[in-house]
T-cell receptor, first 112, second 113 residues
Framework: ELKVEQNPLFLSMQEGKNYTIYCNYSTTSDRLYWYRQDPGKSLESLFVLLSNGAVKQEGRLMASLDTKARLSTLHITAAVHDLSATYFCAVLFYYNTDKLIFGTGTRLQVFP | NAGVTQTPKFRVLKTGQSMTLLCAQDMNHEYMYWYRQDPGMGLRLIHYSVGEGTTAKGEVPDGYNVSRLKKQNFLLGLESAAPSQTSVYFC????????????FGPGTRLTVT
């Protein structure tokens, strides 16, 4: 069965702290995506990871992909309130159709 | 360049009514998708299309039909709405070879009473 699991599902963290969100998936893939969703809004693409060992950074967010461990991480450095949102990872399992399987999301709240 | 647009933004239906959601993209993408998002869950694929005139089932296709008569449009139909279809519906599109990245529309919030 194709599964994508994220943890934690909910994360409340103080401004200035660091934390990591984990995304595990059940079968081979080397295409993984991270999206951000604000309440009532659509999904915004954050990172596209296309190979083993890929690492991408944008501001306080850094994403990495380990295809051997079937694991991606989204690391938050020195969190600020503006990062409060729900973060989804999605994995491409069907290369001929671009179909994605989404994780359940991690709801992040950053407080002062 | 509007990207992916969806019509309508909100809709309330009574059980048994029918409706069609319209998705349009102006990026000349080959692939288009319909997802639903329920509270506390990720997106689940309903149907998708890999080109004009083609459609295929995703993870949760029951109770929905789709059509792709024009490359830029992907329609999602509910023939007889049920309360279990209350959800937020997102359309997305992608172009093969462009990192397989999907671009999402703003969503349609549907309530079935």
């Amino acid at each position: 069965e194709l599964k994508v699991e994220q943890n934690p599902l909910f994360l409340s963290m103080q401004e200035g702290k660091n934390y990591t969100i984990y995304c595990n998936y059940s079968t081979t893939s080397d295409r993984l995506y991270w999206y951000r969703q604000d309440p009532g809004k659509s999904l915004e693409s954050l990172f596209v990871l296309l190979s083993n060992g890929a690492v991408k950074q944008e501001g306080r967010l850094m994403a990495s992909l380990d295809t051997k461990a079937r694991l991606s991480t989204l690391h938050i450095t020195a969190a600020v309130h503006d990062l409060s949102a729900t973060y989804f990872c999605a994995v491409l399992f069907y290369y001929n159709t671009d179909k994605l399987i989404f994780g359940t999301g991690t709801r992040l709240q950053v407080f002062p | 360049n509007a990207g992916v647009t969806q019509t309508p933004k909100f809709r309330v239906l009574k059980t048994g009514q029918s409706m069609t959601l319209l998705c349009a993209q102006d990026m000349n993408h080959e692939y288009m998708y319909w997802y639903r998002q329920d509270p506390g869950m990720g997106l689940r694929l309903i149907h998708y299309s890999v080109g004009e005139g083609t459609t295929a089932k995703g993870e949760v296709p029951d109770g929905y039909n789709v059509s792709r008569l024009k490359k830029q449009n992907f329609l999602l139909g509910l023939e007889s709405a049920a309360p279990s279809q209350t959800s937020v519906y997102f359309c997305a599109s992608s172009q093969p070879g462009q990192n397989y990245e999907q671009y999402f529309g703003p969503g349609t919030r549907l309530t079935v009473t």
